[in-house]
């Protein structure tokens, strides 16, 4: 792999800082009294965490910032990751009603950042009591968004909660996938240490199933929560695919986010395969570490890619190029050396099938060359059958676990899930309420009985 020149540390701080700063106290104060305090709140309907907007952004009017941090908190644990890493354009600011005046909607990712940075700032006073323990104890399998916000949930209710996590630090996704210009590792950190505040106990660098094997989990717990969430991008299976310089987005992805700025290598000339937002992220990221050209190849076009408008914006802002209705055909480099050149195969739409999907075909005779010394494979993740298969009697469907939509219990009684694994990939918000309904699901079934 040919490397792009190391920048100097603070060129690296830079093209990393923070896309959307916080606010100060007094920009805070003025948004929040921009807040007409919607009767209905459609902001509050569109969060998937139900989260009170209007009286959390109501108490940062009133000065009670800890009383908005402690509402916002109330529906969701995992808050900061949330205000910085949501696509609130899409989510609760896409619902405000300023929206339907023609005027700017209210900043409640910024406004809920500002409550609950205050927050950390304070060093975490106590603003919830566990209720007293319960004899019951669950064990969660994975410290990412989903398992966190169960593993919270459970010990407010008085429940032994122990989280087991692969990774030597927790966290997940929010600690290792998100872009460092949205969301800082060390913020993750905060909310890990929030939950552990509660009494959660997190057993990290713990494989279940090889460290600890499934059956011990099943007498250690009298109920267990899965959020494991995704493995890696399935193979392209086109030749090449083993050259040096091919990688997994999510593991390029990981080595920027510990911001070891010296640790991390990136080609001259990147290309990235897939047009979701973590091949948006992906490239975003490589331009930024000092690649001198990035492209973006997906088989299908534009209006189909299902990166958010603004991931897209920011990709072609920071000059990555796009290649739609493109294929990749064949990764082309000596054998047992490195990437060279990606060899594409221009695409064609066809008539809408059925499902009222256009089919992508081939167009005979249109290879053409991208030149490339890394590629970066983001064409969705799968989750992992093999550990799953480890557990009795959970079924799948398409590689998802299959849940029960109120109670998210799977066909397994003693088991629940929740997160990325039963969504196939969805926002950190969706875990996160999932991962709180999935705790009070594990409580009427362990109550019930
Ligand atoms: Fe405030 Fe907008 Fe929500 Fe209304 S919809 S409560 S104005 S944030």
């Not at 603004?310 to 739609?324: N, P, Q, R, S, T």
């Not at 060899?343 to 490339?372: D, V, W, Y």
Request: proline share 6%; net charge neutral; aromatic share 8%.
């Amino acid at each position: 792999m040919n490397l792009a020149e190391k920048l100097p540390r603070d060129r690296y701080e830079e093209n990393f800082a923070e896309l959307h700063p916080a606010f100060d106290r007094n920009q805070a104060t003025s948004e929040a009294h921009r807040c007409l305090y919607c009767f209905d709140s459609p902001c509050m309907k569109a969060c998937p965490t139900h989260i009170d907007i209007s009286t959390f952004i109501k108490k940062i009017a009133t000065g009670n910032v800890k009383g908005s941090a402690k509402t916002i908190l109330e529906s969701n644990w995992i808050a900061l990751t949330c205000a910085k890493a949501c696509p609130v354009d899409v989510l609760c600011e896409g619902a405000c009603v300023y929206n339907d005046r023609g005027e700017k909607p209210i900043e409640i990712g910024r406004l809920q950042r500002y409550a609950i940075d205050r927050y950390f700032e304070q060093g975490m006073p106590p603003l919830f009591t566990p209720a007293p323990k319960n004899g019951k104890s669950v064990g969660i399998i994975g410290a990412g968004p989903a398992g966190l916000a169960c593993a919270a949930e459970l010990a407010l209710m008085g429940y032994d909660a122990t989280i087991y996590e692969g990774k030597e630090i927790a966290g997940g996704l929010d600690t290792w996938g998100i872009a460092p210009y949205k969301m800082s590792f060390e913020d993750s950190l905060k909310e890990v240490k929030l939950v552990q505040g509660l009494g959660v106990k997190i057993k990290t660098g713990v494989w279940i199933g090889k460290t600890v094997s499934v059956p011990e989990l099943e007498r250690t717990h009298d109920a267990i929560f899965v959020g494991i969430g995704l493995g890696i991008s399935p193979d392209l299976k086109i030749p090449g695919e083993d050259l040096a310089g091919v990688f997994d987005a999510l593991e390029f992805i990981e080595r920027v986010t510990t911001r070891r700025w010296s640790s991390v290598d990136v080609g001259k000339r990147v290309v990235v395969i897939g047009a979701g937002n973590t091949a948006i992220d992906a490239a975003t990221e490589a331009k930024r570490l000092g690649a001198e050209h990035v492209a973006i190849v997906y088989r299908r076009g534009e209006q189909e890619m299902s990166a958010y408008g603004f991931e897209f914006d920011l990709a072609k802002k920071d000059g990555v190029v796009f290649h739609f209705l493109t294929a990749p055909k064949r990764i082309l480099g000596p054998a047992g050396g490195s990437v060279e050149t990606l060899e594409c195969t221009k695409m064609k739409l066809g008539p809408a099938g059925a499902n009222g999907r256009r089919p992508a075909e081939p167009i005979p005779q249109s290879e053409f060359r991208i030149p490339a010394d890394m590629v970066i494979k983001a064409i969705g993740q799968k989750t992992s059958d093999s550990f799953l298969a480890q557990i009795p009697s959970v079924k799948l469907n398409e590689g998802r676990v299959v849940v029960n939509p109120e109670s998210l219990q799977t066909s397994n009684p003693r088991y629940f899930a929740g997160g990325d694994c039963i969504n196939g990939g969805k926002e950190v918000v969706n875990a996160a309420a999932d991962g709180k309904r999935a705790a009070h699901g594990i409580d009427r079934y362990l109550f019930s009985k």
